[in-house]
């Protein structure tokens, strides 16, 4: 399979180059093919709903190219519930709306992440860890609920396990007062509230991290012998130049032996690097040059070649980018660094990485 995969990458790549020349210089906004009409799946990007409902050109672009969208943080806990008792249901209405209106698969980003919990929600489970229980029933029965047969799949429980290697992230409010439980009941208080919806587990260097990867796996598999229904496995899939495909490959396999839908959820691909914390960015490049930009366009289509050809078609979910422009992209604000991580430019200009991108896709 090694020499007939590189083999069809190497022509891939020979192609991307003459489209390249053929589309640089001319390459407008919209004025390109659109991702979605041209994919067998959903694709997606990240909106940060504020801004972006107010910024024209961005939503034409992204009407132009998605037929999938994530809310970047409007569909969070902290977002939902700030205080006690409280639900905020207008943003996500909204965001319902302008999905509905414009033909796009809402997927819900996310039930419970220990980093989107509300303070409120920590201080009281620490003093009564049990209430912690019936509140996350109250909220998933109520937000799946609500929201049922609309909001298309969702990420259920989002970053449970550890950073790096084996093990469950013990030091989670979640963990702490429910033991590992908690991931289960997540799953089965969502499925009972919307029983079409497609649940998803969700996280980090899962195609990267071998240990990581094994314990979802076991998880996994232990929910399935159980019934525990879970329908999907998001690989947020947020890389850097240098992760190797056949890792990347060998980890997609795995998860899709189990048979369950796999999603890209929040791709995107960095030239620096960083320790997976807040300000954690190490700036190796500081400038984007035209090589840079030629290989990681190979990258995005490696990406979408790995995806169609070990992931089942009928477990395609979709490829949802986080963010589509290096202008708005998180990995700025949160690593403090620079980077160009998207497939549209800070001038919202499609990129080699665009094309490389769309070139891939089979249909
Ligand atoms: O990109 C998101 C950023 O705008 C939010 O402030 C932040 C906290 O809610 O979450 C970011 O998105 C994260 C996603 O929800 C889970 N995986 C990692 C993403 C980047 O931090």
């Known amino acids: 399979m090694n020499i007939i995969f590189s083999l069809h990458l190497y022509m891939r790549s020979f192609f991307l180059f003459i489209i390249f020349i053929g589309f640089e210089a001319v390459a407008q906004q919209t004025d390109v093919p659109s991702l979605h009409h041209n994919a067998n799946f959903h694709i ?18 992204q009407q132009h190219h998605f037929n999938s969208y994530t809310a970047g943080s409007d569909m969070k806990m902290y977002q939902i519930t700030p205080k006690p008792g409280v639900y905020h249901w207008s943003r996500v209405d909204s965001i319902v709306d302008y999905a509905v209106k414009n033909n796009q698969r809402l997927f819900g980003h996310n039930l419970i992440w220990h980093s989107s919990t509300p303070k409120w929600v920590e201080k009281k489970a620490k003093k009564n ?42 030091e989670s409010i979640w963990f702490k007062s429910l033991g590992k439980k908690y991931i289960e009941k997540a799953f089965i208080y969502a499925h009972a509230a919307d029983p079409d919806a497609i649940l998803f587990y969700n ?105 169609q050809d070990i992931v089942p078609k009928e477990q ?45 896709l089979k249909i």
């Open 44 to 61: 997606g990007t990240s909106v940060r709903f504020v801004p972006f409902s107010k910024d024209t050109l961005a939503q034409k672009i």
């Open 203 to 307: 996280d980090f260097n899962i195609e990267r991290d071998s240990l990581k990867l094994d314990s979802m796996l076991e998880m996994v598999y232990d929910f399935l012998d159980r019934g525990v229904p879970i329908s999907g496995i998001g690989f947020q899939m947020h890389i850097r130049m240098d992760i190797p495909n056949e890792i990347i490959a060998r980890s997609l396999k795995k998860a899709a032996d189990t048979g369950l839908q796999i999603h890209l959820s929040e791709v995107d691909i960095i030239f620096n690097t960083h320790d997976d914390s807040k300000g954690g960015g190490i700036q190796l490049y500081d400038h984007l040059t035209k090589e840079m930009k030629f290989a990681q366009a190979q990258k995005y289509a490696d990406l979408v070649n790995m995806y």
């Open 316 to 360: 395609q979910y979709g490829i949802t980018f986080w963010g589509f422009n290096d202008r708005d992209t998180w990995i700025r604000r949160f690593f403090k660094m620079n980077d160009w991580p998207t497939i549209y430019d800070d001038n919202l200009l499609p990129k080699p990485a665009f094309f490389g991108f769309l070139n891939a």
């Open 129 to 170: 860890p049990e209430w912690l229980d019936g509140f996350m029933k109250e909220y998933i029965s109520t937000y799946v609920g609500r929201y049922k047969g609309i909001v298309d799949g969702w990420d259920v429980v989002n970053e449970g396990l550890n950073t790096k290697g084996q093990g469950l992230r013990t």
